[in-house]
C-alpha cells in the first residue's frame, strides 16, 4: 500500500513539473527583437518606442518581445539605417534627414519653411499625402510603420545671436548628415558641419561650431543650452520621424503579428505627440528659466529666410511640384 501510494505521488509530481514547462514554454517569446533609439530614457520618442514594445508584448501574449535600445547604444541614425538594410537592428525611430539619402522622395515633406505651423503639418500627414509618401519605401529594404513628432528646428548659437539673416554669414553650423539640410545652411550664409549628435556638445564647448539647429526638447535634453545661449526661433524646418522595421525582419513575421505590430506603431504615435507637446512646452520654460537669450524673428526678416531658400525648391523638388501646391494648399 505504501508502495503504491509513494509511486502514485511520484506520478502526480511529475504530471504537475510536466504542467508547469508545458505553461512555461507557453511564455517563451517567439521573436526577440531589438529597437534603435538615439534619444535619452526620458525623451518623447523614446517613451513611444517603450509605450510601442510594451503594447506589442501584452497583444501577442508574450510571443514577440522588443527590446528597446536608448541613447544611441546602437549607433547614430545612418548607422542605424545601414543596419537595417542589413538586418542587424529590427526596429528604429529615425528622422526624415537622414532617411531621405535612401527615400529622395522624403525630401519633400522636410524643405525649408514649407509648413505654417504643426496642424499644417499633421492635416498632410494624416491624409491621402502622407499615406503616398508611406507608401514610397519600395526596394529601401524598411518598412514605415508610423509617424512621430518632432517638433520645429529652430537655430542656436554661442558668440552672438541670430537675428536677421546677415547674422548667419560666416557661423559653422552643425547639420545631420543630410544633403538637404547641408544646402539649407548654405543658403542662408553660413557653412554647415555634418556631424553626429553625439559630438555636438563637445564641439559647441569648444568652438569647434559656432552653432546648430534643433528642437526646444533636443536642445534642452542634450544640455547644449549650457553651452550656446542664443536660441533663434524661426522653425526652418518641421520634420517628422517615422518608426521603423526592416523588411527582412517584417518579412519573417506571420501576417497576425504585422497587424498587431503595425496598430501598436500608430498607437504608441499618437501617445508619443502627447508627451512631445508637453514635453515642448516643459522645454521651452526650462530654457528660458535658464537666462538664454530667445530670439524670435520678426515676420518680414522671417520672409528674408524663406526667400533665401526658394531656389532649393527647384533643386530637390523639380519632380513634386504638384505635391508641393497640395501641401502648401492644405495649410491655407
Not at 262 to 268: H, L, M, P, T
Request: hydrophobic share 35%.
Amino acid at each position: 500500500m505504501t508502495a503504491l501510494l509513494i509511486c502514485g505521488t511520484a506520478l502526480f509530481l511529475a504530471a504537475c513539473a510536466g504542467a508547469s514547462g508545458g505553461k512555461a514554454d507557453s511564455n517563451i517569446p517567439e521573436f526577440v527583437l531589438t529597437y534603435a533609439e538615439n534619444q535619452a530614457e526620458d525623451y518623447p520618442t523614446t517613451q513611444g518606442a517603450y509605450k510601442f514594445a510594451e503594447l506589442v508584448k501584452e497583444r501577442t501574449h508574450g510571443k514577440v518581445e522588443i527590446l528597446v535600445n536608448a541613447g544611441g547604444r546602437l549607433g547614430d541614425e545612418k548607422t542605424v539605417i545601414e543596419q537595417m538594410q542589413f538586418g542587424g537592428v529590427d526596429f528604429a525611430r529615425v528622422s526624415l534627414s537622414p532617411l531621405a539619402e535612401y527615400v529622395p522622395k522624403l525630401n519633400v515633406l522636410q524643405m525649408p519653411y514649407l509648413y505654417t505651423g504643426p496642424d499644417h503639418m499633421w492635416t498632410v500627414l494624416e491624409g491621402q499625402i502622407g499615406d503616398d509618401f508611406l507608401g514610397s519605401f519600395e526596394n529601401s529594404s524598411l518598412v514605415p510603420l508610423s509617424w512621430y513628432d518632432a517638433g520645429a528646428r529652430n537655430f542656436y548659437t554661442t558668440g552672438k545671436p541670430i537675428e536677421r539673416l546677415e547674422d548667419m554669414k560666416g557661423l559653422n553650423i552643425r547639420v545631420q548628415e543630410s544633403g538637404l539640410m547641408e544646402d539649407t545652411i548654405e543658403a542662408l550664409g553660413a557653412t554647415p558641419v555634418p556631424m553626429a549628435f553625439g559630438e555636438v556638445y563637445s564641439a559647441l564647448q569648444t568652438g569647434d561650431i559656432d552653432g546648430a539647429e534643433n528642437n526646444w526638447p533636443s536642445y534642452e535634453s542634450t544640455r547644449h543650452y549650457e553651452v550656446s545661449r542664443y536660441y533663434t526661433i524661426d522653425e526652418h524646418t518641421r520634420v517628422p520621424e517615422l518608426q521603423l522595421i526592416a523588411q527582412s525582419t517584417w518579412d519573417k513575421l506571420p501576417s497576425e503579428y504585422q497587424e498587431v505590430i503595425r496598430q501598436c506603431a500608430e498607437e504608441s504615435a499618437r501617445y508619443e505627440r502627447r508627451l512631445w507637446k508637453e514635453r515642448e512646452a516643459t522645454s521651452e520654460k526650462k530654457i528660458r528659466q535658464a537666462g538664454c537669450v530667445v530670439i524670435e524673428l520678426d515676420p518680414r526678416e522671417k520672409a528674408r529666410f524663406q526667400e533665401a531658400v526658394m531656389p532649393m525648391y527647384e533643386k530637390y523638388c523639380a519632380d513634386y511640384v504638384d505635391i508641393i501646391d497640395a501641401i502648401v494648399a492644405a495649410g491655407r
